[in-house]
């Protein structure tokens, strides 16, 4: 089981000196996850967290938005972002080129429309052999 959602929006990372923005930013993220969530909390269970950061120039720290989406996600999708062990962050140009045909849907949403964006995916965690 997993779901998965498009942030269309540029990322606010958790070491910027607004804190309002980045408070607004988890508001966003937590607003564009529950318009379509209609599962239950995960809870009790591993899982896994990916995010695919699609950006221009100037790109903000991938491992800085982490933390802001991870905590956005709070009491909607998982009760307690401890149940996240594993997570795969991505960082990719728009100006790049990707094989549309092996993305799912949402990530090619993303890529097509030009703008920077988030794609996020939350998963199970597989077995750490199936990492490796």
């Known amino acids: 089981m997993h779901f998965d959602f498009l942030i269309p929006k ?3 990372s958790l070491q910027t000196r607004k804190t309002a923005n980045l408070q607004s930013w988890k508001q966003y993220v937590r607003s564009e996850a529950a318009k379509t969530w209609k ?5 009790g269970k ?6 695919i950061y699609l950006c221009n120039s ?3 720290d991938t491992d800085n938005i982490i933390k802001p989406i991870q905590d956005a996600l709070i009491g909607l999708i998982y009760d307690d972002d401890l149940l996240i062990a594993d997570i795969d962050s991505h960082r990719r140009s728009l100006s790049g080129t990707f094989d549309l045909t092996l993305c799912p849907i949402l990530l090619v949403q993303g ?3 030009g ?5 996020v995916r939350v998963a199970e965690s597989k077995s750490l052999e199936d990492y490796l």
């Open 46 to 51: 591993d899982i896994q967290l990916t995010l």
């Open 58 to 60: 100037d790109p903000v």
């Open 111 to 113: 890529i097509t429309s």
């Open 115 to 119: 703008l920077e964006c988030v794609y």
């Open 10 to 12: 540029r990322p606010v």
């Open 39 to 43: 599962g239950q909390i995960f809870s």
